[in-house]
């Protein structure tokens, strides 16, 4: 079936303005996470589902940063007043059940904040 | 002290040539996984372990729980294998789910 899909693949932004980064994980995966990027370095965690709920947001940088997944399914991370620090590629990963499980990847969202 | 670290952080090699990366790691882990990520591609899990040794055909994971110690090795590498090579130990956290920590990643080139 399916993998993980991000949309969109790009995205090119100025400072201070809103965007929206959608993940469509596999279809009847539980547990969604968000990780971002920076280049030349490892991911790092933002967010957690399970479900439709938040399990983990201690990795979100600050209060700029949302994420919902209102149906268990589809998650959008919402970013307020970009700043170029922002800049980064944003992955989206998705497993079958919460405990030890193989996370499958998105090909991410890159953000450029110019 | 760094919670996961991998040797090398960088390696060449010949096209042929056996390789092993190192992953050590501090916490205590549900299970470690290897990925994968191609420059400018996304992440791929090759595997997913907690004991002892898994193998997808030119690739061999293994994990010492004692030691919380996990090797990846390639046979018989070649220049696809090119890439990032990313350790990630698995924690229970809050008794309700797994989280994953990234390592630095161990950057591969393999020339022809």
């Known amino acids: 079936g399916a993998g993980v899909s991000q949309t969109p693949s790009n995205k090119v932004t100025e400072k201070g303005k809103y965007v929206e980064l959608r993940c469509d994980p596999i279809s009847g995966h539980t547990a969604l996470y968000w990780y971002r990027q920076s280049l030349g370095q490892g991911p790092e965690f933002l967010i957690y589902?399970?479900?439709?709920?938040?399990?983990?947001d201690s990795g979100l940088p600050n209060d700029r940063f949302f994420a919902v997944r209102p149906e268990g399914s589809v998650s959008t991370l919402k970013i307020q007043r970009t700043e170029r620090g922002d800049s980064a590629v944003y992955l989206c990963a998705s497993s079958q059940q919460t405990g030890p499980d193989t996370q499958y990847f998105g090909p991410g969202t890159r953000l450029t904040v110019l | 002290k760094n919670e996961v670290e991998q040797s090398p952080q960088n390696l060449t090699a010949q096209e042929g040539e056996f390789i092993t990366i190192n992953c050590s790691y501090s916490?205590?882990?549900?299970?470690l996984h290897w990925l994968q990520q191609h420059p400018g591609g996304g992440i791929v899990s090759l595997f997913m372990l907690s004991s002892g040794k898994k193998k997808h055909g030119r690739l061999i994971a293994t994990i010492n729980i004692q030691e919380k110690h996990s090797s990846l090795h390639i046979t018989a590498s070649h220049p696809r294998d090119s890439a990032v090579y990313i350790c990630a130990p698995s924690e229970r956290f809050k008794t309700s789910y797994d989280k994953v920590i990234f390592g630095p990643g161990t950057s591969l080139s393999v020339i022809p």
């Open positions: 916490v205590g882990i549900s299970a």
């Open positions: 589902f399970q479900g439709t709920g938040a399990a983990d």
